[in-house]
């Protein structure tokens, strides 16, 4: 059994900062790419940024010069950490991660965490 929990959200500012983190537990042999993604009320999931297991990222423009994303891969922890937020950075972010275990690969999304960000 695999599970995926962020923490970190809350509410802050305009130009203030919030750190995302996201473990990973269970019978895990092997994490693949971490990501975060995140869902505006009604719109669309979007990828925010990913990170591979050698340490390669890529960041959507939106957050790009804002954002930095890094994992840990002693602690199968991914973290985002937001500086200069903005109020359209306001969503529900969740955490992906690529998981193989002994029985299968599969992809594993944590429940997601608030981030609300006022002008």
């Known amino acids: 059994q695999v599970q995926v929990v962020e923490s970190g959200g809350g509410s802050v500012q305009a130009g203030g900062s919030l750190r995302l983190s996201c473990a990973a537990s269970?019978?895990?042999?092997?994490?693949?790419?971490m990501s975060w993604y995140r869902q505006a009320p009604g719109k669309q999931r979007e990828l925010v940024a990913a990170?591979?297991?050698?340490?390669?990222?890529n960041y959507a423009d939106s957050v790009k010069g804002r954002f930095t994303i890094s994992r840990d891969n002693a602690k199968s922890t991914v973290y985002l950490q937001m500086n200069s937020l903005k109020p359209e950075d306001t969503a529900v972010y969740y955490c992906?991660?690529?998981?193989?275990?002994?029985?299968?690969?599969?992809?594993?999304w944590g429940q997601g965490t608030q981030v609300t960000v006022s002008s």
């Open positions: 992906n991660a690529d998981i193989l275990t002994s029985r299968n690969r599969n992809t594993y």
């Open positions: 990170i591979t297991n050698k340490g390669r990222t």
């Open positions: 269970g019978s895990i042999l092997r994490i693949n790419d």
